[in-house]
C-alpha cells in the first residue's frame, strides 16, 4: 500500500508508523476552515516524504502543492479525502 | 547518485502529482494529461530553483512553531498536546532523516495565509547578506527595508541561515568550491559596487608595503615619510586611510610613542646613582627590543622583496602584514608599557624609595612577566645601594654623594645647645631616614645596620682606634648582592656582634669606663666617707667665712691633704687628676658652704655615657648631700658639744638653762634622727641600689653602646627621683631646704644658746672674758635676729629671746616634717614610703597629707 523506502520488514514496519504520525500531525494542523482542505492523504503524504528525504525544498514542495490546489481546485469538497487505506 | 536521485524524485512528484492534481470528470484525458504535465514541469521548476530555507534546519524549531500555530488557532490545548506526544514519537523513530523538513513542510503547507510572513523572510534574507559582489537573489526581489537587526535579534520566524552560498542545495560540494573563489575573486570584483565599509587593501594611500617599510622606523620612535612624529608624544598617521587600517596602526604606534619617551628618560641624567643605574638597566632593556625590531625590519625588507602584481601586491603571501606586525610586537608592548609605568612611579623618587618602587612590582603583582621583569631591573638598579651598604657595614664610611642612603650624615649644630664633644658624634652625626629604607630591607635589619656603620664611625674616630677599623674591613668585607638575603643577613649578624663587642671592651679597657663611674660614685656621690668626712673638717672653717673670700688654692690644698688622708690615696693617678674642686658662681651674700662643689672631669670618648647633662645631674645631687652631711655635721658638733659641755660649762647653769638645755637636746637629737635617716636612705637605698642596676646592664654579654647609654641616664634618673631632687608633682627638693635650713637655725640659734651660757658662765667663773667681737662677725642669715644685738640687751631677754626662738624653730621643724611624711606616704614608690615609715618609726609625727592650693595645716 504505502511506498516503502527501506528495505527490510523491520524498516517497513517502522516506516509505517512515521507514516502515521506525520499523518496525524497533519490531520492536527487541519483545522482551519480554509477555502481548499489541505488535508492530505496518506499516499500523498508518503510521496512527499519520498520526496523531502531525497532532498527536495520542504518549502517549495509545498509551494507547489499550495499553487497546484490553488490552481485546479477540487470538483468537490466531498469527494475529497479519498482514503485508500 | 545524484542521478537515480533525480529519477527518484521525478517518479514520486509524478506519483504525488496524480494524487494531488484532481481529475475533473468533464475533461477529457487529454487535458488531464497536459495539466499533469504542466503541473509536472512547473514542479520541477519550482524545486530546482528553490533556494534554501531561510531558516535554519532545527528540529525543535520547527515543532515549535506547529505547536504555536496550533494553540494560536485552536481553543484547548489538547491538539497541541497530541502534537508533543507525536513529535516525541517522531524523535524516536530512527527511520526519518529529515524529520525537519517534514515538519517544516507540513508547518507550510497549512501556512497558506501568512504570505506576508513569507514575504519578510525573504527580507531578511536579503538584509542579512552584506554587500559582498553581486548575487543573482538580488534581482526580481523587491527591496524591503525592515530593521534588519531588530529582526535578526528576535527572530520569532527561525534563526536565519547564514546565507554562504547561494546556490541551491543539491550542488554543495561544488559550491564550497565556488565559495572560496568567490571570496578570492572578490578584491577583483571590488571595483564594481564599492563598498567603503570593507577593508580594501588595494585602494589604500599610502599603500601598505610603504607602511611596512616604515614600520620599523616608527618603533624606533623616529620619523618617516608616511608616519610623522609631530612632536615627541604624538605621532601623525595618514588620514587617508581606512579605519580598520588606522585601527591596526593606533595599536602599533604604542610602543613607538613608548619607546621614544623611553629613550628620552634613559638620555636624561638627574638623581644619584641609583636613578643611573636604573637608567641602565632600562636601557639594556630597551636594547633587546631594538634587536626586536631589527628582527622585523629583516622580516619585512625580505618580504617587500618578494611582492608580485599580484591583488594587494599579493602581500598576503609573503607572510608580513601589518596585522602580523601588530601580533609580533604585542610583548614587546607589554615590556615597554611597564617600563614606562614604572618611569612614571618613579618620578620624584631617588635611593631607596626608588628600589621601593621597583621592588614593589617584584612582590606584589600577580602578573609573572611583571614580577620576572622588576626582578631582573632589580638585581641591576640595587647595585650601587649594596656597594653604599657594604662600605658602610665594613668601613663605617658613609659615601653617599647624591643623599640615596637610608643614612645621612646630619650638619653640625653651630649653636652651643648642641651637646658637643663625642656625645655628639655617636648621637646626632648619623641619622637613620626610615623614608629611604627601601623594602628590601626591613626595620630591624636597618636599625642593626645602622648601629653598625655608627659604632665603626665612632670607633674610628672618637676612639681613635682606626688600626683596628682598617684591619676589620679588611677581614671581614665581602661583596654584596640583591637576591642573596641569607648571606646577607648572617654577615649583618657577624658584623654587628664583632662591633659591639669591640666597642665594648675599647669602652672598658682603654678608656676605664667603670672605674669612671666608680669614681663619680666615690666622690660626687659621697660614698667614700672617709674622704668626705677629713674633706669636710678641713673645710669647715674656711666655709663658713663668706664666698669672696674663698681662694681656689686653699681649696685645691684642703682637697689634697683631704686625699692624703684617706683611701682616696690609693686610687689610680688618673682618677685623682680629675677629681678637683670648685667654686660655683657667686653672688652677693653668699657663704662658703654655697659655692663649694667637687668636680670630676670626664673627657671623650666616656662623654658619650656620662653626658653633660649627666655631669650636671651628679652636680646636682652632690650639691644635695654635700648640704646634708653639712647639716649632719653642724649639729653632730652642736651634739658633740652639748654632751661634752652638760659634764662641764653647761652644769653649772643647770638651773637656770637646764630645762631649756634638755629640751634643746631632744630637738637636736630629733633632728639627728631625721638627717641619720634620709642620709642613709639615700646613700644606701638609693645609690646603691641603682648602682647594682646600672652594673647588671653593663655586664649583660650583648649590650651596645646604646644600651650603657640608656642604663647610666636611668641610674641617674633613678637617684634624682628616689633621691628627693626630681621635679615631681611634690616639691621635695623644696621641703628638705626649708627643712635644712631649719635645722641650721636651730644650730645657729643653739650655738649661740650655748655660747651665751658658755659666756655667763665663765664671766660668772673667771668674771674675765667678755664676749668677743668675733661672735658678733658671724653674718648667719638666718640667725640675723633684729632685736638680738648682744651689746644692748640684758641677758635675760637674750635668754628669753632665744628660748622664744629655740621653741619656735622645733615646732617649725616638727611641722615640715610632717609634711613631708605625708607626701612620702603618698607617693608611688616603694622605697620613698620606706624612708616615710622609717622616719616615723615610733609614729612621734603624725604626717599630714597637704592639700594643693590649701595653706597648711599641721597637726603638730
Known sequence: MAPSQPQDADKRQAAREVIDILHEIATLLVALPLPHNTQLNRQQLSYCVSLIENGVNPEALANVIKELRAQYPEPDAEEEGEEET | MSKSTEERIDNALWQLLERTVPIYPEDDDETADQRLDDAFAFARNAIA???????????????????????????????????????????????????????????SLTDAPT???????????????????????????????????????????????????????????????????????EPEAEPPPPSPSYPNYDALTPPEPALLRDLPFTLQGLSSTNLVFSSSKILKLPPTLPVPVIGLLHTLAEPCLLYRGLSEFVESSSGGLVGQSFRSALSIELRAYLGLVATLEGQIRRALAQLDDGPRQGIGKAGVTLKRCVVWTREATMGLRLMSLMVEQSKDKKGGQLISVIHSFALTHGDPFVVNFAERLLSHV????????????????????????????????????????????????????????????????????????????????????????E??????????????????????????????????????????????????????????????????????????????????????????????????????????RRLDSRMLELSHGEIGW????????????????????????????????????????????????????????????????????????????????????????????????????????????????????????????????????????????????????????????????????????????????????????????IAAPHGLGLASVSED???????????????DFKARVNVLLGDLYAQPDTDMRWLAMVMNFNDVYSPVRRKRHKPLMSNG
Request: with cysteine.
Open chain 2, 49 to 107: 530553483s528553490a533556494a534554501d530555507t531561510a531558516v535554519g534546519p532545527d528540529v525543535h524549531h520547527a515543532a515549535d512553531l506547529i505547536k504555536r500555530r496550533l494553540i494560536r488557532d485552536n481553543l484547548s490545548p489538547e491538539k497541541a498536546l497530541k502534537f508533543s506526544n507525536l513529535y516525541s514519537r517522531l524523535l524516536s523513530q530512527p527511520v526519518l532523516s529529515q524529520k525537519w523538513a517534514m515538519l517544516y513542510f507540513l508547518h
Open chain 2, 594 to 781: 654655697d659655692v663649694f662643689t667637687l668636680e670630676y672631669k670626664i673627657s671623650p670618648p666616656v662623654d658619650v655615657i656620662v653626658t653633660p647633662f649627666g655631669s650636671k645631674q651628679y652636680l646636682k645631687v652632690f650639691n644635695f648631700l654635700w648640704r646634708v652631711k653639712r647639716v649632719e655635721f653642724a649639729l653632730g658638733t652642736t651634739w658633740r658639744r652639748c654632751m661634752t659641755g652638760a659634764r662641764g660649762v653647761l652644769g653649772a647653769v643647770t638651773d637656770r638653762v637646764g630645762g631649756d638645755w634638755k629640751s634643746a637636746r631632744c630637738v637636736v637629737a630629733e633632728m639627728v634622727h631625721f638627717v641619720n635617716q634620709l642620709q642613709y636612705y639615700i646613700l644606701f637605698e638609693v645609690i646603691e641600689s641603682s648602682w647594682g642596676e646600672l652594673q647588671e646592664a653593663m655586664r649583660r654579654p650583648d649590650s651596645t653602646l646604646d644600651d650603657l647609654i640608656a642604663a647610666h641616664a636611668a641610674y641617674l634618673t633613678a637617684i634624682t627621683r628616689k633621691g628627693l631632687l626630681g621635679a615631681s608633682a611634690v616639691d621635695f627638693p623644696g621641703q628638705l631646704h626649708e627643712l635644712l635650713k631649719t635645722m641650721l637655725a636651730y644650730k645657729d640659734a643653739f650655738t649661740r644658746r650655748q655660747e651665751r651660757s658658755a659666756k655667763i658662765e665663765n664671766r660668772t667663773a673667771a668674771g674675765k672674758w667678755g664676749l668677743s667681737e668675733r661672735d658678733d662677725d658671724i653674718p648667719t642669715p
Open chain 2, 115 to 185: 504570505a506576508e510572513n513569507r514575504q519578510s523572510m525573504a527580507n531578511h534574507r536579503r538584509s542579512h547578506s552584506p554587500t559582498v559582489g553581486a548575487s543573482e537573489e538580488r534581482k526580481g526581489r523587491q527591496y524591503v527595508v525592515d530593521s534588519s537587526a531588530f529582526n535578526e535579534a528576535f527572530s520569532n520566524a527561525g534563526l536565519l541561515r547564514l546565507p554562504a552560498t547561494e546556490e541551491p542545495r543539491q550542488e554543495r560540494p561544488a559550491s564550497r568550491q565556488r565559495r572560496e573563489r568567490t571570496r578570492d575573486a
Open chain 2, 471 to 576: 684591619s676589620y674591613s679588611k677581614s671581614a668585607s665581602r661583596e654584596l648582592h640583591y637576591g642573596d638575603t641569607a648571606t646577607l643577613e648572617t654577615s649583618i649578624d657577624e658584623a654587628y656582634k664583632t662591633t659591639m663587642a669591640r666597642l665594648i671592651t675599647l669602652m672598658e679597657n682603654k678608656f676605664h669606663l667603670f672605674e669612671h663611674l666608680s669614681a663619680l660614685k666615690k666622690y660626687l656621690l659621697l660614698g667614700a666617707g672617709d674622704f668626705i668626712a677629713v674633706l669636710m673638717e678641713s673645710l669647715s672653717a674656711n666655709l663658713d667665712r663668706p664666698a669672696n673670700t674663698q681662694y681656689r688654692h686653699t681649696l685645691t690644698a684642703q682637697l689634697e691633704h683631704a686625699v692624703r688622708n684617706s683611701n682616696a690615696q690609693h686610687d689610680s693617678p688618673d682618677v685623682l
Open chain 2, 382 to 469: 640595587t647595585r650601587p645601594f649594596y656597594d653604599m651598604l657594604r662600605q658602610w657595614i665594613y668601613d663605617g664610611e658613609l659615601s653617599d654623594p647624591h643623599l640615596e642612603f637610608f643614612v645621612s650624615e646630619q650638619q653640625e649644630k653651630l649653636d652651643d645647645t648642641g651637646k658637643g664633644g663625642a656625645t655628639s658624634v655617636w648621637e646626632d652625626k648619623y641619622k637613620l631616614n626610615a623614608a629611604m629604607v627601601p623594602s628590601i630591607i626591613t626595620d630591624s635589619f636597618a636599625n642593626k645596620v645602622f648601629l653598625i656603620g655608627k659604632s665603626l664611625n665612632f670607633i674610628r674616630h672618637g676612639c681613635n682606634d682606626a688600626s683596628w677599623v
Open chain 2, 797 to 811: 631677754d637674750i635668754l628669753g629671746g632665744l628660748r622664744g626662738r629655740l621653741a619656735h624653730l622645733a615646732a
